[in-house]
């Protein structure tokens, strides 16, 4: 019969590839449009070493090399110091 044939060659059961797949996006979770992300990190991400993020003029560490970049192309702790004395 049908049924017989269904159960013995296992017509309803995933395959290997059908299984590793589904148990990968077990733990996915895809977010919908507009929803906000729940998670937040609980420390600061820090790019570069810190040696290389640290001006040299006022020792100000930041948090990215972009950052420093900025500071110094910008000269802003030059001017700081000029405008306090």
Known sequence: SGLEYHLKNKVCQRTDRERKKASKEK????????EKRTK???????????????????GRVF???LGLQYHEEKKVCVTKKKNEG
């Open 27 to 34: 733990g996915k979770r895809t977010r919908l449009s507009g």
């Open 40 to 58: 937040k990190g609980k420390y600061k991400k820090f790019r570069g070493k810190q040696e290389d993020r640290t001006c040299k003029e006022c």
């Open 63 to 65: 948090t990215s090399v």
